[in-house]
């Protein structure tokens, strides 16, 4: 298997202020420290992008840009998507493809919107996905936790299986990566 890591929406926007999603800073540290070890075992990293017309996610605006703390590398590949699912209408299939990647490892924000649509998404495509349980976030929606939400979606994705393939919950210091 040929894993590539998405670090999906960890921009400006959701990391700082009034929309910082929880425990971010932790978060990062964990999306850091795993993409540190993607790049050293020579496999793709892509860091997404969400972008709207108007508000804080405008293309190019301080929001947009990605977490000042993350640790982005000129080799990481680069993708924007207008919708929660990274797939939708974007190139990240071709980009995957053309890596010959047919596994992929998700983290980033925010785990009741883009992680679980690009997750469902990977899914229907045929892709085995390995969700890092404790590497991806969101903030409390006024009914439930931001913990609560994180911990539902990594529950009810590791049990999704109509697909034939699965979701395997893995944490960031546990993940092992392919020889």
């Known amino acids: 298997m040929k894993p590539a890591l998405l ?7 959701l990391c700082t202020g009034e929309w910082a999603m929880f425990d971010i800073d932790r978060v990062i540290a964990r999306i850091n420290a795993v993409s540190q070890r993607v790049r050293a075992a020579g ?13 804080p996610m405008r293309h190019d605006s301080d929001g947009w840009q990605l977490a000042t703390t993350l640790a982005a590398k000129p080799g990481d590949l680069r993708l924007r998507k ?17 890596r010959d990647v047919d596994e992929l490892i998700v983290c980033g924000l925010q785990s009741d919107f883009c992680v679980d649509s690009t997750v469902r998404r990977a899914l229907s495509l045929g892709y085995p996905v390995t969700l ?24 009810t994705l590791a049990n999704v299986s109509s697909f034939g393939r ?3 919950l893995v944490k960031a210091d546990d993940l092992v990566l392919p020889a």
């Open 82 to 98: 207008r919708t929660p699912d990274s797939f939708h209408e974007t190139e990240l299939q071709r980009l995957l493809k053309e």
């Open 43 to 55: 496999l793709p990293v892509v860091l997404i992008q969400h972008e709207e017309d108007e508000g």
């Open 132 to 155: 890092l349980s404790d590497a991806h976030s969101t903030m409390d929606n006024g009914v439930i936790t931001a913990s609560q939400i994180s911990a539902h979606h990594n529950a």
């Open 7 to 13: 670090i999906i929406d960890v921009q400006q926007a």
């Open 166 to 168: 699965g979701v395997r």
